[in-house]
């Protein structure tokens, strides 16, 4: 019993905070189902899907997953190893406009003549 | 939530107290159960093999020069003499939403050491998660059955299938796990395993609630994942 009266009680937090965050994301989701309801095309619904797309991820991240309460040597060894990802994503994004410019221009256009 | 304050020392916030943390010469992670810093280094990695999936995929859809399936079609469901675009996966996306709620309230429950709040909470998270892999599985065969098959489909570019299987299926698959350990966590915590300190099955740790909490990072990841799969692959 002793060891664990010597344990700090972890704090909590108050109930509506997690309701909020839970009614947030049920109508962050409803609007990306919107997105596609509606047919939004081209630029709106490419910026409308990563918006909403990264507010849930971040009210997720954020709140249901704790890090906002976090110390920030935990917070910053999780987060900026997205960097590489973002890195990552860029170099594809190059390859896969190289590979499909060979693709048309040899398969369809024929090549050098 | 790590501890500020451990044995009547005080840490410092902010950046201040990341150099301090990582200076100190001890354990890096202050106030942070092993357990929740070993779990979130997996999730890192595991955020690296999903990253890889959902890139490979950017890769692949970007590169075709055939026309990419439309997904709002493809996985629209014909309800009433009606066709609903996306309705079965807006419904998974709610479901999968609810159980995160659910094991987010599990967690303070668990802390708040209220046992039956916690442990039926778990169970509804659990059964969230079962309806979620069970509307999946309708999914697949109903695609299945549509003839879409990891080299060919009757939509349009050959590569949807594939990318289609192997995320939803490696992401299914974790949602699976996660019931698993769910019903076996909702156990314990019914079972008292957490208020006891009762120790593990493969562990000599003793029970605590915070592996509630560690529990429900996976599972907050699961639904993480998710967000990002719906976006990419089926709203994109």
Known sequence: ????????????????????????????????????????????????????????????????????????????????????????????????EYTLFSRLFYFFVGGVQ | MSNPKIEGYQFKPGFRGMADDTASDQTMFKGVHWGKAMMWIFLLSDTFVFSCFLISYMKGRGSTPVEWPNASEVFGLHVFGVEVPLLLIAIMTFVLITSSGTMALAVKYGYEKNRKMCGWLILATAIGGLIFVGMQAFEWSKLISEGVRPWENPFGAAQFGSFFFMITGFHGTHVSIGVIFLFIYAYKTFAGHYDEGKRGWFTTMKGDYVEIEILGLYWHFVDLVWVFIFAFFYLW
């Open chain 1, 1 to 96: 019993m002793d060891e664990t009266n010597k344990k700090e009680q972890t704090t909590t937090h108050k109930i509506g905070i997690y309701l909020w965050i839970w009614g947030l994301l049920f109508v962050l989701s409803f609007f990306s189902y919107m997105v596609d309801w509606y047919q939004f095309q081209g630029m709106l619904r490419w910026s409308l899907i990563l918006i909403f797309m990264f507010l849930k991820a971040g009210l997720i991240m954020a709140f249901f997953m704790h890090l906002f309460w976090e110390r920030y040597a935990l917070v910053n060894v999780l987060l900026w190893p997205m960097t590489a990802i973002a890195c990552f994503i860029f170099l594809m994004v190059a390859e896969f």
